[in-house]
T-cell receptor
Framework: KAGVTQTPRYLIKTRGQQVTLSCSPI?????VSWYQQTPGQGLQFLFE???????NKGNFPGRFSGRQFSNSRSEMNVSTLELGDSALYLC?????????????FGEGSRLTVL | GDSVTQMEGPVTLSEEAFLTINCTYT??????LFWYVQYPGEGLQLLLK?????DKGSNKGFEATYRKETTSFHLEKGSVQVSDSAVYFC?????????????FGKGTTLSVSS
């Protein structure tokens, strides 16, 4: 069974640009959530999608957005990139969601903003 | 707001030593509690969880007990192996949310030498 797949794995952007990251969840999983991991702030929740609807949102500015498609694949977009957006972005999928459910994480997309 | 505090690392142990990684939390009500592990070059994976007070989660020789009175969920293992070297994250899922949003601690790096 394939795990959570994130693309691209590495990317470099400059300030002011925008970026789109993609996540393919485990087959059958309907919940996809995104996290930002940095050395200073650790792992922080961005948002969660379930059946194409955003169910939860973390405390990030509106430059961070996401969506989920009918096949449960998800994308997140960051517009007007800032240096502080450099981070590892992790996607996680879950069978049904729910606060006791197990999350399955991908290996992440490492974004560097210059 | 809800938060998780875990002991700073790195933790360096010899093989077969006893391991404790402390984790305390702040939350309203009864959160679900988790330990996730990140092995080098891999995504986070669930190690164990507990969903109510006094529950004990266990897996691969690791254990943690949900202590409501001390708001703690310390991770323990009686005899560590070199293969346990990884970063360990304590996390909670707040009781007042429908989704899977997790609040993570900063992570503790464990290094086990033979």
């Amino acid at each position: 069974k394939a795990g959570v797949t994130q693309t691209p794995r590495y990317l470099i952007k400059t300030r002011g640009q925008q970026v789109t990251l993609s996540c393919s969840p485990i087959s059958g999983h309907r919940s996809v959530s995104w996290y930002q991991q940095t050395p200073g702030q650790g792992l922080q929740f961005l948002f969660e999608y379930f059946s194409e609807t955003q169910r939860n949102k973390g405390n990030f500015p509106g430059r961070f957005s996401g969506r989920q498609f009918s096949n449960s694949r998800s994308e997140m977009n960051v517009s007007t990139l800032e240096l502080g957006d450099s981070a590892l972005y992790l996607c996680a999928s879950s069978l049904r969601g729910g606060r006791a459910g197990e999350l399955f994480f991908g290996e992440g997309s490492r974004l560097t903003v210059l | 707001g809800d938060s998780v505090t875990q002991m700073e690392g790195p933790v360096t142990l010899s093989e077969e030593a006893f391991l404790t990684i402390n984790c305390t939390y702040t939350a309203t009500g009864y959160p679900s509690l988790f330990w996730y592990v990140q092995y080098p070059g891999e995504g986070l994976q669930l190690l164990l969880k507990a969903t109510k007070a006094d529950d004990k989660g266990s897996n691969k020789g690791f254990e943690a007990t949900y202590r409501k009175e001390t708001t703690s969920f310390h991770l323990e293992k009686g005899s560590v192996q070199v293969s346990d070297s990884a970063v360990y994250f304590c996390a909670l899922s707040a009781p007042n949310q429908a989704g899977t949003a997790l609040i993570f601690g900063k992570g503790t790096t464990l290094s086990v030498s033979s």
